[in-house]
């Protein structure tokens, strides 16, 4: 009995090692052999036209922000309008109390009475005396002196006159008005605030913001980089080749109209190194106000731009590579240039690739130079919907 069952023991056994040796044999010996080239997107890089933008940081302004001044001392009786209101040329804004400018026009205007009495006076003095002279009765002399009393009551007279026109002037400054159509601005006085012509503080301000103009800055790189890229002997064609500029609002939001930029400042800033431009806008709305703020974005037209994706260049040393496919399906590690602009999240290049050449995307961590792989072509749509969109 014990020897039968060795004799089964051993025949499973044999049949264990049977079985393992055929398998590791189907498995075509040693595990974990090569196999083959890894796979790896590429894209052939083809020229295109492109428009790269440029943000700069902008003050908005209306075309007038005038400050409203008294130019008499008195106290502010009358507030007619409200902070943001739309005023018309000529519109009454605030009333000041200063009755020592009532009481001016009532001294001046009895001073008037009192020259015209002196006046008429004088004429009858004149009256009288020349037919006595003409008879000979009393001497040319008292003539001459009436004649002269006259002449200088009648510039009395002048004189009252100019004073109550003055006096009538000081009292319009009672009446502030709008001196332009617009939109008015903060009121720091209210009813019974003192006011004179040295305040500090304006009453107010109104803003023409039919047209509002954009004020940014360019350093000096930037000026040179613009100067060589719109034609033009003078400065004023050269703004006449700038194409209509962009203003993206602090939202992020882009304003429905376009701009203008007309006017560049030749002299750099010494105290920051920059030139200030300026890019006027429509405003029919009144959407932009004056003193906010905004982003200025120029537009610049490449013909034939090279252009990659962020994600399929490598940063070494402060340089950038990427991996192109040369012959037998082996990768090259090439270096290129970039212009500082960038499209969305694509380089153009301006050294390093030429039209018709394959690059690697993506997913090449740990790829070596020279190194054989599977490539597997994208279409340049999938690649390049995001800037198309």
Do not use: W
Not at 258 to 263: A, L, M, V
Not at 267 to 284: E, H
């Amino acid at each position: 009995m014990k020897q039968k069952y060795a004799l089964l023991m051993l025949l499973t056994a044999g049949t264990l090692v049977s079985a393992c040796g055929n398998k590791d044999k189907s498995a075509g010996g040693k595990p974990g052999a090569p196999t083959g080239p890894q796979a790896y997107p590429v894209i052939q890089i083809e020229p295109q036209s492109t428009t790269l933008n440029s943000d700069y940081p902008a003050t908005i302004e209306g075309i007038q922000d005038i400050e409203i001044r008294p130019k008499v001392d008195g106290f502010i009786e009358n507030i007619y309008v409200d902070e943001g209101s739309v005023v018309k040329k000529g519109q009454l804004l605030f009333r000041i109390k200063a009755p020592q400018y009532e009481q001016e026009v009532r001294t001046a205007a009895a001073s008037i009475s009192s020259a015209e009495a002196d006046v008429n006076t004088a004429k009858l003095q004149v009256n009288k005396t020349k037919p006595l002279v003409d008879k000979d009765i009393i001497s040319k002399y008292e003539l001459d002196a009436a004649q002269l009393t006259l002449q200088s009551k009648q510039a009395a007279l002048s004189q009252a006159k100019a004073a109550l026109a003055n006096a009538k002037v000081n009292l319009g400054y009672t009446n502030i008005t709008s001196p332009v159509a617009g939109i008015v601005g903060s009121i720091p006085f209210k009813t019974g605030s003192l006011v004179s012509s040295s305040s500090a503080q304006p009453l107010t301000t109104v803003s023409n913001t039919a047209k509002v103009y954009a004020y940014f800055s360019l350093n000096e790189k930037q000026l040179l980089d613009f100067s060589k890229t719109y034609k033009g002997n003078t400065l004023k064609e050269q703004m006449k080749n700038i194409p209509p500029v962009s203003l993206v609002l602090a939202d992020g939001s882009v304003f429905d109209k376009q701009g203008h930029i007309e006017s560049i400042n030749s002299q750099l800033n010494t105290s920051t190194g920059s030139a200030s431009l300026r890019a006027t806008f429509s405003n029919p709305t009144a959407l932009l106000k004056s003193g906010g703020s905004a982003l200025v974005r120029i537009p610049t037209k490449i013909d034939s731009a090279l252009l990659i994706p962020q994600k399929s260049t490598v940063d070494l040393q402060g340089k950038k590579f990427v991996y192109v496919l040369g012959d037998s399906a082996k990768v090259i590690s090439t270096e290129i240039e970039i212009m500082d602009l960038t499209k969305g999240k694509f380089y153009v290049v301006t050294k390093g690739l030429k039209p018709g050449q394959k690059i690697v995307v993506e997913g090449f961590q740990g790829l070596k130079d020279g190194t054989k792989i599977k490539p597997q072509e994208k279409s340049a749509d999938s690649v390049y919907k995001e800037i198309n969109e």
